[in-house]
């Protein structure tokens, strides 16, 4: 059964940048039928897609974070990477990775449980 | 402001039958992208409630149906349980964003 984790610091400074790792076990992150998704969803609101990456490097991102995100993935350590430069206090809220089907469907399933993070000084 | 419209709050009381939609529009729902619902209990992640707009994962139960027409979708929800308490996203495809989008959310409050 396939399950995501993800991991990083609980809080980052105002300016700074914020580094998540998500990893992926019971199933190979070199999937051709899967993207690889990071979402938000800040206290309180509603979700956010922020962008995916294929096995093989090509990534998509929301329009409104292109010039501060970036998406990486490591295939041998079977995990994926979501940084966001130049955060503010609006970036603060649960960060969610998740598998997301790179067919015409384009669902995400299943989702890791997400991690607190908090821009704050 | 969600690219696709849900109402805020809906409630229904055990045994009922409630609906939640979702509206778009030409540049997501209206066109061939599919619709999908998500199901978010109170602290947890997100679950994958229906597929391709009316498919149901293994293991979720046939009182959750949806359906799509036009622009919108519906989520239906037959035989209301109290376990069914929670937010429900929908989400799709959006051409002008060039990205994945969701609903902002319907909180289903169970009487």
């Known amino acids: 059964q396939l399950q995501l984790q993800e991991s990083g610091p609980g809080v980052v400074k105002p300016s700074g940048t914020l580094s998540l790792t998500c990893t992926v076990s019971g199933g190979s992150i070199s999937s051709s039928s899967h993207y690889w998704a990071w979402i938000r969803q800040p206290p309180g609101k509603g979700l956010e897609w922020i962008g995916n990456?294929?096995?093989?490097?090509?990534?998509h991102y929301i329009p409104s974070l292109v010039s501060r995100v970036t998406i990486s993935v490591d295939t041998s350590k079977n995990h994926f990477s979501l940084t966001l430069i130049s955060v503010a206090a609006a970036d603060t809220a649960v960060y969610y990775c998740?598998?997301?089907?790179?067919?015409?469907?384009?669902?995400?399933?299943?989702w890791g449980q997400g991690i607190l993070v908090t821009v704050s000084s | 402001q969600s690219v696709l419209t849900q109402p805020p709050s809906v409630s229904g009381a055990p045994g009922q039958r409630v609906t939640i939609s979702c509206t778009g529009s030409s540049s997501n729902i209206g066109t061939h992208y599919d619709v999908h619902w998500y199901q978010q209990l109170l602290g947890t992640a997100p679950k994958l409630l229906i597929y391709g707009n009316d498919k149901r994962p293994s293991g979720v139960p046939d009182r959750f149906s949806g359906s799509k027409s036009g622009t919108s979708a519906s989520l239906a929800i037959t035989g209301l349980q109290a376990e069914d308490e929670a937010d429900y996203y929908c989400?799709?495809?959006?051409?002008?964003?060039?990205?994945?989008?969701f609903g902002g959310g319907t909180k289903l409050t169970v009487l």
């Open positions: 989400q799709s495809y959006d051409s002008n964003v060039n990205g994945w989008v």
């Open positions: 990456i294929h096995y093989g490097g090509s990534t």
């Open positions: 998740a598998r997301q089907s790179a067919t015409r469907l384009n669902y995400f399933d299943p």
